[in-house]
C-alpha cells in the first residue's frame, strides 16, 4: 500500500508550494454539517447570498463535485500582514485585502499541487477549489485536522490563529486520512461581545445578514439604516471577531509574497478615503480582492461610515 508514501509526497510539496498546513480527510458525506446547513439557510442567514441555497446536495458530498473522490485535500495559506493601516481614523479594510485577489494566488499553486500528484504519482483525476464553488471550507479543514471551528465559526489553528485562507483539492486518490482535533474555545466568549452587530447569535452560529462582512460586500442595496454607527470604521469586511480572538496572539506575518500588503492602500488617509475617486479605485484595488464591491459599493460603505 502507498497510501503512507504519497500522503507524505503531497505534505512536503504542499510545503515546498508555500502552504503553511495540509490535512487530508476522507471524501464522504458531511453528516455532522448536514442539518446545521439546512437549519442555517431555513431561518435566512444566508441573507441575500442566494447562491448558500444553490448545490445543497453538492456542498454535503464531495463526490458529486468531483466523482470517484477518495480524499479532500485541505490547504491552509497564511495572510496576516506585518504592517497595518497607517492612519488610525481611517476606513478600515479586513487584512485578508491588503495584498493581491488570493483567488489567482492560491488557484495557481493547487494547479502545480495537482500536476505534482500526476507527475509522481500518476493517472489522478481532481479539482482544484479556493472559495469559488460549493465546498464547506472550514468542515473540511476541520475534519483534516487543521484547526476547530471557533465561536465565531472561523477555522482556529492552535500553533498560528485564524488568518488563513483555506483552499482543496478533491482527487480520486486514496491517501491517510488526519483526524479531527479537540475545540479549544473553553469558556471564552470574546468574539461574541465584541461583534457590534449581534452577528453571532450564539456560540458557533454566525447569523451572516447581520455581519459587517456581508453588508460591506455582500450585499448589493442600500445598507439598513439601523445599522448606522454600528460599522466601526469597516467599509470592506471586518476583522473585529479574529482581531479579539487570544488564539490570534500565535498569528505570524505571511511570506507569500503576492499577500505583502500594498503600501498605497497601507498610506490612506481619512480624507484620500472620503474623496476616492474611480481613477484612484482602479489603480489602488486592481490586485485586490477590494475590487469585488466595485467602485460605486466601496462609496456607498465609505458614505454609510461618516459621521453626518
Not at 505534505?11 to 495540509?22: A, N, Q, T, V
Not at 507527475?119 to 476541520?142: Q, T, Y
Not at 490563529?161 to 482527487?171: D, K, P, Q, R, T
Not at 480572538?245 to 509574497?257: D, H, I
Amino acid at each position: 500500500m502507498h497510501h503512507s508514501k504519497n500522503t507524505q509526497l503531497i505534505k512536503s510539496e504542499s510545503k515546498r508550494l508555500g502552504f503553511d498546513y495540509c490535512g487530508i480527510s476522507k471524501a464522504e458525506f458531511l453528516e455532522e454539517e448536514a442539518p446545521r446547513l439546512e437549519n442555517w439557510l431555513n431561518k435566512n442567514m444566508h441573507g441575500q447570498m442566494s447562491y448558500m441555497q444553490n448545490h445543497f446536495d453538492k456542498r454535503l458530498d464531495p463526490r458529486l463535485l468531483a466523482p470517484g473522490a477518495r480524499s479532500v485535500i485541505s490547504l491552509l495559506l497564511n495572510y496576516f500582514p506585518s504592517e497595518i493601516q497607517e492612519d488610525d481614523t481611517a476606513p478600515k479594510v479586513s487584512k485578508y485585502a491588503f495584498g493581491e485577489d488570493y483567488h489567482f494566488v492560491i488557484k495557481e499553486k493547487l494547479n502545480q499541487l495537482l500536476e505534482f500528484i500526476k507527475d509522481n504519482i500518476g493517472e489522478v483525476d481532481g479539482r482544484a477549489f479556493v472559495d469559488s464553488a460549493p465546498v464547506l471550507d472550514k468542515a473540511w479543514a476541520k475534519k483534516g485536522g487543521l484547526g476547530w471551528i471557533g465561536k465565531n465559526s472561523n477555522l482556529i489553528n492552535k500553533e498560528s490563529g485564524s488568518f488563513y485562507f483555506i483552499a482543496e483539492l478533491i482527487v480520486d486518490l486514496e491517501l491517510d486520512a488526519d483526524g479531527p482535533i479537540k475545540d479549544y474555545c473553553g469558556s471564552c466568549t470574546r468574539c461574541i461581545d465584541a461583534c457590534p452587530t449581534d452577528a453571532i447569535i450564539a456560540p458557533y452560529v454566525v447569523d451572516g445578514s447581520k455581519c459587517i462582512s456581508y453588508f460591506t460586500i455582500e450585499l448589493k442595496e442600500n445598507i439598513p439604516s439601523e445599522m448606522k454607527g454600528k460599522f466601526d470604521n469597516w467599509v470592506f469586511g471586518c476583522d473585529i471577531c479574529q482581531d479579539v480572538c487570544p488564539w490570534n496572539r500565535f498569528s505570524k506575518s505571511s511570506t507569500e509574497k503576492y499577500f505583502q500588503a500594498n503600501n498605497e492602500l497601507l498610506g490612506m488617509k481619512k480624507n484620500d478615503w472620503e474623496e476616492l475617486t474611480e481613477e484612484t479605485f482602479k489603480r489602488v484595488f486592481k490586485n485586490s480582492a477590494v475590487k469585488r464591491t466595485k467602485f460605486n459599493g466601496l462609496k456607498r460603505n465609505i458614505d454609510f461610515i461618516k459621521i453626518l
